[in-house]
Nanobody
Framework: QVQLVESGGGLVQAGGGLRLSCVAS????????MAWYRQAPGKQRELVAG???????TYTESVKGRFTISRDNIKNTVYLQMNSLKPEDTAVYYC?????????????WGQGTQVTVSS
């Protein structure tokens, strides 16, 4: 079982930045991958960025060069540094974890944190 708690969302002007944090209830070094997703009103939830246990990262095209995902295994925390924010980045951002267990793959979600970018 993994509980994920996000923080760091808020209201920011276009061009500004925010850092989201996701604290896990267990060692993230034992979690296969962690990611940030987002969901804007009327749209499907989409992958924003992910990082696996080996440190490899992936980003959706629209955030490349602006967002950076990182993990701190000591603090059991995954971060999403968001720079040069645009109004289209406005969404609820969710932390996600994928865990392999003896009974199969388990997926976990946080409760989400709102990011609003004003123009």
């Amino acid at each position: 079982q993994v509980q994920l708690v996000e923080s760091g969302g808020g209201l920011v002007q276009a061009g500004g930045g925010l850092r989201l944090s996701c604290v896990a209830s267990r060692s993230i070094s034992s979690i296969n991958s962690m990611a940030w997703y987002r969901q804007a009103p009327g749209k499907q939830r989409e992958l924003v960025a992910g990082v696996n246990s080996g440190g490899s990262t992936t980003y959706t095209e629209s955030v490349k060069g602006r967002f950076t995902i990182s993990r701190d295994n000591i603090k059991n925390t995954v971060y999403l540094q968001m720079n040069s924010l645009k109004p289209e980045d406005t969404a609820v951002y969710y932390c996600h974890a994928t865990l392999s267990t003896a009974w199969g793959i388990k997926l976990y979600w946080g409760q989400g944190t709102q990011v609003t970018v004003s123009s």
